[in-house]
């Protein structure tokens, strides 16, 4: 019997003395290289799903890679009949968010005042000369994500967005959070994190429809560890306590202005112009990073009479919360359950993810996929209405507990063929879930008891990233993640990170505001604050908020 080798949804023969690699090329896949498959650029990484015991043995290219993740370059199948079931890091077709709404402002709401400017054919960033050039003047906004990276190429002459592209952050291979990455990029000398990203950065940047050479400026937005690994800094700090960043404890020794960071583009690795700059946004505090920052932008909190609150639910949830007039933040170490991470069933938001649920009176599970796909598995929103429909009909209690002693229900019964498996939660699942809920309910009495108002006392609460742009507001609601505020306070406002960090890009005064700004906001440390352990044990329960007014307690810093 033949062994078959699936790579990305293609099935092929697995053909011997041709690499993993071969067989995607073969395929019309496109797996990032720079080295044209000699194990150098650790770029072609594939994750395994089925058949790891059919492959060829690591060789010493691969011993910075743990479990399920190998070099396509350096792995054959050697089992003759094998099935092995593979995807790349790049998967094409995940759904990731791009574009930020309902926002009271847009980059457009501001006068076009780039860094990056023309005098005749010299080309000047903050009046200092870098290049000779009558050609085209461009710029880059990113946002570095530590599940995706988001990208968006402007004119900036006439601040014209030209073309924008999204991919998986391939880091994961160190681990899907923040802890994680911290600890590899500590244990591995080389920066291969870096490296690693930089590769599949400049695969992207030269698909765009100009001339990397043109891009003379680059702002980064991340939070605090992923931006800081793109520096090269050391992030050894972010993962000890009291969690601070070196460029923060840099700043309070006095050895640093600001938090932000700069490096030319030959320094990046990228193959943007090599005299061009990069910029980093500046940090708030901790893990509170630089995507936070320039969320702070996208929603004009300098300006802002109204008291605003800004969510992004994701492994390292974030959440702002005041005015023009005070500004409180924290971060909670939410972990990847809500993007499907540590989750049986769990998967990101790609095609064949079970995004809605809806649970019949007859007990009938009725789902819905993205790209109405055939059920794979479940992303976070999904499991956001799963947990909703099962506490609506008594199937869950508020403890997460399932009727009847059952420890499993399946939502879709598959064939067993041709891939198509059970899709289920387990009691387990619903643990994890419980305190990836806790940790965020624990942030926002934190930071609102510490302000001194209820929830109903903000006019807008803006639900951001991809996880808040797809929920269904009800669903999470009932489950207690997000406040019960009535409907038109909360906007599902998507990626007020890159929107942010577009907003710095092409506005140079917006750019000095942040700076300005960052240095206003109080940082709540939650894991030192004295009730922290009391909202979390709540927070863990299914059951909707109620805001927990108390005489104001300093947040900790």
């Known amino acids: 019997m033949t062994a078959t080798l699936t790579i990305n949804g293609q099935t092929t023969e697995a053909a011997a003395g041709r690499s993993l690699f071969d067989h995607a090329e073969s395929l019309g896949i496109d797996v990032p290289t720079s080295c044209r498959k000699q194990g150098k650029c650790k770029e072609c990484m594939v994750e395994i799903v089925e058949g790891m015991d059919a492959l060829s043995p690591t060789t010493e290219a691969e011993h910075h890679l743990k479990g399920k993740f190998r070099l396509s370059c350096q792995t054959y199948v050697t089992a003759p009949s094998a099935h092995v079931r593979c995807h790349t890091m790049r998967r094409g077709q995940m759904r990731i968010e791009r574009h930020a709404l309902g926002l009271p402002v847009s980059h457009r709401s501001f006068p076009l005042d780039p860094a990056v400017t023309r005098d005749g054919d010299r080309i000047l960033i903050d009046g200092v000369e870098v290049a000779r050039s009558t050609g085209p003047v461009h710029g880059l906004a990113m946002d570095l994500g530590t599940t995706t990276v988001v990208l968006r190429l402007f004119d900036l002459e006439s601040g014209e967005q030209i073309a924008d592209t999204s991919f998986e952050n391939p880091q994961r291979f160190a681990g899907s959070e923040i802890m994680s990455r911290i600890a590899y990029d500590t244990e591995h000398r080389g920066r291969l994190l870096m490296r690693t990203l930089a590769g599949y950065l400049s ?35 972010i993962g000890q306590t009291p969690y601070r960043s070196i460029t923060e404890i840099e ?110 009176n007859d007990g009938t599970f009725h789902l819905h996929t993205i790209g109405d796909a055939p059920p794979q598995g479940i992303c976070g929103s999904g499991l956001i209405d799963a947990l909703s429909e099962l506490l609506r009909t008594d199937r869950m209690n508020e403890r997460g507990r399932f009727e009847d002693d059952l420890h499993r229900i399946t939502l879709h019964h598959g064939s067993g063929r041709d891939g198509d498996e059970d899709v289920y939660l387990l009691e387990g699942d619903v643990n994890e879930l419980a305190q990836a809920k806790g940790a965020n309910v624990a942030g926002l009495h934190v930071v609102f008891s510490a302000y001194g108002i209820d929830f109903n006392d903000v006019s807008v609460f803006y639900l951001a990233g991809g996880f808040g742009r797809h929920l269904r507001i009800e669903a999470a609601q009932r489950i207690g993640l997000v406040p019960g505020l009535a409907a038109g306070k909360i906007v599902q406002a998507g990626n007020t990170a890159i929107e942010g960090a577009t907003i710095a890009l092409l506005s140079r005064a917006k750019r000095q505001e942040l700076e300005v700004l960052v240095d206003k906001v ?36």
């Open 251 to 360: 700043r309070s020794e006095g050895r640093r202005a600001t938090t932000s960071l700069v490096q030319s583009g030959l320094q990046s690795l990228l193959p943007i112009h090599p005299r061009g700059r990069v910029y980093g946004a500046p940090i708030i505090s901790g893990h509170v990073g630089a995507d936070a920052a320039a969320a702070m932008l996208a929603v004009d909190l300098a300006h802002e009479e109204r008291l605003v609150a800004v969510m992004d639910i994701g492994t390292n949830t974030e959440l702002i919360l005041g005015n023009r007039h005070r500004i409180l933040a924290a971060s909670c170490p939410a972990g990847p359950a809500f993007e499907g991470g540590a989750i049986a069933c769990g998967m990101p938001a790609l095609d064949g993810a079970v995004e809605e649920v809806a649970l019949a």
């Open 203 to 237: 695969h992207a940047i030269e698909k765009f429809p100009v001339d990397p050479k043109t891009i003379y400026e680059m702002v980064v937005v991340g939070n605090s560890t992923m931006r800081d690994l793109f520096f090269r800094q050391s992030v050894y700090s």
């Open 522 to 557: 109080e940082h709540c440390r939650l894991e030192t604050h004295p009730d922290f352990f009391d909202f979390f044990v709540e927070g863990c329960q299914f059951k909707p908020l109620k805001s927990d007014f108390r005489e104001p307690i300093a947040c900790p810093r």
